[in-house]
Each structure stands twice: as structure tokens, then as C-alpha cells.
């Protein structure tokens, strides 16, 4: 006899049911597809901390215990260690550099700022996110890996609190869904200009803000932009057993459309 349905397969199956009624709709059928390979990718992620634990397996943050689930995106990618795979040689130049301090903003549950603290113990950290629920998670990650005592967790990030960034040498990271543009003014944060920065620009919601944002630091940064990458050789051996979907749903960060990185580094 088959196992009953959990609450999250039929929760599922009803939301895909009320996506496809009426008439067929291109539209509907990719809604319904996101969402089913969503939860796919959830049980592929289950099934990683089941077989392999919630050491990070792979990449930069290698070891990591991530025992915490991710307060949005893409879990199963970073348990791999292969999440924003195009990201590693910025995050192992980052790594090797003597900042004082860094900036999370939009830190989510902390898979990089923990990550860098266990990298850079000599480094301070604050991150920043205005959800509470991911600063808990944030605490919690900092908590299970032994940096709590550097990482300090707060919410929203207004432009004096760059001022900080004139004091020493700090690296600024942002993730903030589309409000980069508004955050990450020189105009309005003076001290911008002297700190390096890593964001993630939103131009699938957004078209032009890379370019906008790029703008502004060409004068004081050296600017380089980066785009998406796949890499799959953090997959565990056991999942040779699994589907090419399985598989490839591991490795999905759950992008809806292009976010290039911009990484730029003071002149």
C-alpha cells in the first residue's frame, strides 16, 4: 500500500489544480511547472540532509554546517556547495583580503556571512535583512557554526549607516530583490566610494538597473559584471542513482530570469 500523501503533495496538487482550470494557457502551464519543480527540488533537498547531512558539500563554503532551511530560494544548491557557482572566484578573492569588516545586506538566513566568518576569522560581519524570520535564521546558522560572536544580525540598512564604510576597509555585499538601486547611491552614501561591493542587480524585474548602478561607481570602482554559471561537480556519488531532473533540480537556484552580479572594486 502506498504511503498517504504528506500535507506539502496535496497542498501542491491542489494549487497546480486551480492554476490549469479554464482553457489551455501557456502562462498557467509554466506557473504550474515552477511551482511543481519547486517542490521537487524540496524532496531532492530532504533527501540530501537525509543522505549526506548539512555539511555543505562543495565550493567556497565547504563544511559549513547549514543546518537551517534557506528563507527564500534555493536550498538544495547550497547544500551542494554549486550556489551562484560564477560567484567562487570573487568570494575566494574576498577571502584573501584583509577587510575589516563586511556587509551582508539582505543576508536572508546567512549562507554568506557565515560562510565568509568561518573563511575570514579575523573579519567582523553585520548582516542585514528587514525580515525577522531570516534574521533568526541568520542567528541560528551563526549559532551552529561558532561565529555568533562576529556576526551581527540586524534589519534594514539606511545611508548613514555607510558612513561606516570610511572608517576601514569594508566590502559590501547586497541582495535586496530590486531595491539596489535605491540603497546603493554614492550621491546619497558618500562613503560607498570607498568600500568594495558585490551586488546582485535584479534586471529580470527591473531592465537597466545593472547599467544604472554600474554608472554610478565607474568614476571610484573598477566594475565587472557577472553572469550565471552551472556546476554540477558537488553532486554526491549516490545521486548517479537519481532522474536527469532530480539531478538537475539540485543544482537549481530557482532564478526566474537574469541577475548579474556586479562586482566592483575600489580603485
Known amino acids: 500500500m502506498a504511503a498517504?500523501?504528506?500535507?506539502?503533495?496535496?497542498?501542491?496538487?491542489?494549487?497546480?489544480?486551480?492554476?490549469?482550470?479554464?482553457?489551455?494557457?501557456?502562462?498557467?502551464?509554466e506557473q504550474a511547472l515552477r511551482l511543481l519543480a519547486k517542490?521537487?527540488?524540496?524532496?531532492?533537498?530532504?533527501?540530501?540532509?537525509?543522505?549526506?547531512?548539512t555539511r555543505v558539500l562543495s565550493g567556497p563554503f565547504k563544511g559549513m554546517d547549514y543546518a537551517v532551511r534557506a528563507s527564500e530560494g534555493a536550498r538544495a544548491a547550497r547544500l551542494v556547495g554549486c550556489y551562484?557557482?560564477?560567484l567562487v572566484p570573487v568570494i575566494e578573492a574576498i577571502t584573501a583580503r584583509d577587510y575589516g569588516l563586511i556587509i551582508d545586506v539582505g543576508s536572508a538566513e546567512g549562507y554568506y556571512?557565515?560562510?565568509?566568518?568561518?573563511?575570514?576569522?579575523?573579519?567582523?560581519?553585520?548582516?542585514?535583512?528587514?525580515?525577522p524570520k531570516a534574521q533568526a535564521l541568520c542567528r541560528a546558522l551563526a549559532a551552529a557554526n561558532g561565529v555568533a560572536d562576529r556576526?551581527?544580525?540586524?534589519g534594514l540598512m539606511a545611508h548613514a549607516d555607510f558612513a561606516v564604510c570610511g572608517a576601514q576597509k569594508t566590502l559590501?555585499?547586497?541582495?535586496?530583490?530590486?531595491a539596489e538601486a535605491g540603497l546603493l547611491d554614492p550621491a546619497l552614501a558618500p562613503a560607498l566610494r570607498e568600500a568594495d561591493i558585490l551586488v546582485e542587480t535584479h534586471e529580470a524585474f527591473q531592465p537597466g538597473?545593472?547599467?544604472?548602478?554600474?554608472?554610478?561607481?565607474?568614476a571610484s570602482h573598477a566594475v565587472q559584471v557577472i553572469g550565471r554559471r552551472i556546476e554540477d561537480?558537488?553532486?554526491?556519488?549516490?545521486m548517479e542513482g537519481l532522474s536527469d531532473m532530480d539531478r538537475l533540480l539540485a543544482l537549481w537556484e530557482w532564478r526566474a530570469g537574469p541577475t548579474p552580479w556586479l562586482w566592483m572594486q575600489r580603485k
Open 172 to 178: 559590501v555585499i547586497c541582495d535586496i530583490e530590486g
Open 84 to 86: 551562484e557557482a560564477s
Open 39 to 53: 517542490w521537487r527540488a524540496e524532496l531532492v533537498a530532504n533527501t540530501l540532509v537525509k543522505r549526506s547531512g
Open 233 to 238: 561537480a558537488g553532486l554526491p556519488d549516490w
Open 209 to 218: 538597473i545593472c547599467e544604472t548602478i554600474a554608472a554610478r561607481f565607474r
Open 113 to 131: 556571512a557565515v560562510g565568509l566568518a568561518l573563511r575570514m576569522p579575523q573579519v567582523r560581519l553585520w548582516a542585514r535583512d528587514a525580515d
Open 4 to 29: 498517504p500523501a504528506s500535507s506539502q503533495t496535496i497542498a501542491v496538487t491542489e494549487a497546480v489544480k486551480r492554476l490549469l482550470e479554464g482553457a489551455p494557457d501557456a502562462a498557467r502551464l
Open 151 to 154: 556576526v551581527d544580525v540586524g
